[in-house]
């Protein structure tokens, strides 16, 4: 069965599918739990009822975060975020997260922001949340826009990702740094005036 990614699910409704992802949240209900399961392109919820004894029992040692692919019939449900779920029926581990991770990745409400150096020290966690997502989300479109006004303009660009030396206009040594971005400088050719 081929994967899809969640996005699309709503043209599968009333079909068998696949689905890959992470584990964001698992409640657990007594008789059902409930699996959200999160993509690149979006959440979608799984109901685990305890007659699928092998995903149900499964959902007991799978960890948060952890990368996982489901198997199961999509359907309406008003009550279900987005309208649809999945009532799973195969669930296998691709990849098992560590229980207890080093910076959270779905934050609580009113709970405290992890320390900005733990955080760049585990970015690729951190892009995980989508606040933090969007902000590169922002820069790919701007930087997409300063491409193509470089092409427009024939100008030349230089990238760097972290520390840039240069020397000033004054002579002076200068340097600038990022942790996410990209610094560019621009060569704007001479001035024909």
């Known amino acids: 069965m081929q ?3 969640i996005k ?12 890959c992802g992470w584990v964001q949240t698992i409640r657990d209900q007594g008789s059902i739990k409930f699996l959200i399961l999160r ?6 919820q799984a109901v685990v009822l305890k007659s699928a004894v092998e995903a149900f029992e499964f ?10 692919c489901i198997e199961g019939m999509v359907k309406e449900e008003k009550q279900a975020p ?4 999945i ?14 991770l080093p910076i959270p990745v779905m934050s609580e409400k009113g709970g405290d922001e992890t320390e900005q150096t733990k955080r760049f020290d585990w970015r690729w966690l951190d892009l995980r949340k989508e606040e933090k997502l969007q902000i590169f989300k922002v820069w790919t479109e701007l930087e997409k826009h300063n491409v193509a006004l470089q092409s427009d303009d024939d100008l030349n660009s230089i990238s760097n990702v972290g520390n840039f030396d240069f020397t000033g206009a004054d002579g002076k040594n200068e340097s600038c ?12 050719g001479q001035s024909t005036n």
């Open 3 to 5: 994967r899809v990614q």
């Open 8 to 19: 699309y699910l709503k043209e599968y409704v009333g079909k068998k599918t696949t689905v």
């Open 39 to 44: 993509d690149v392109t979006g959440t979608i």
């Open 59 to 68: 959902l007991k040692d799978v960890s948060l975060e952890s990368v996982v």
């Open 82 to 85: 987005g309208g649809i779920e």
């Open 87 to 100: 009532a799973l029926e195969k669930i296998s581990l691709l990849s098992k997260s560590y229980p207890e």
């Open 177 to 188: 740094s990022s942790e996410y971005t990209t610094d560019c400088v621009y060569d704007l």
